[in-house]
């Protein structure tokens, strides 16, 4: 994950959005680690990132399989796509889990 993080910042330096668009990723890649295929050995998630003028578009997919739920007895997990909707521009997820999901966000930028 510390990869992704390095390489996102690497490309938004300076930019007001870079926070934001690193907890995004955080929490995407996170869930990608935590309910997919990709939290076996030797899985990995991809991620793409796009810049266009204005706008900041990343996406986490996930190796699929079924999103196992993770039970937090703390009651501090559960929240992750809760901090990317309050984050992003906007956000969506796509596949079946079959083959893979794919969750991306945008986020404005100036």
Same mark, same amino acid.
């Not at 869930?31 to 990132?49: K, L």
């Not at 003028?53 to 190796?63: H, I, N, T, W």
């Given at each position: ?30 869930? =990608? ?9 030797? @899985? /990995?998630?991809?991620?793409? #990132?796009?810049? +266009? ?32 909707? =309050? ?9 079946? @889990? /079959?083959?893979?999901?794919? #969750?991306?966000? +945008?986020?404005?930028?100036?």
């Amino acid at each position: 994950m510390s990869q992704a993080r390095c390489f996102l910042a690497s490309l938004l330096v300076g930019s007001p959005a870079v926070s934001d668009a690193l907890v995004c990723l955080s929490e995407l890649a996170t869930n =990608a680690i935590q309910h997919s295929n990709s939290r076996r050995p030797g @899985g /990995t998630f991809t991620v793409r #990132v796009s810049l +266009h003028p204005g706008c900041l578009r990343v996406e986490v997919e996930d190796e699929g399989g079924p999103w196992l739920p993770r039970h937090h007895g703390d009651r501090q997990g559960g929240r992750g796509l809760q901090i990317v909707s =309050a984050l992003a521009t906007g956000w969506h997820i796509s596949g079946d @889990g /079959t083959t893979g999901h794919a #969750v991306c966000f +945008h986020i404005n930028l100036p």
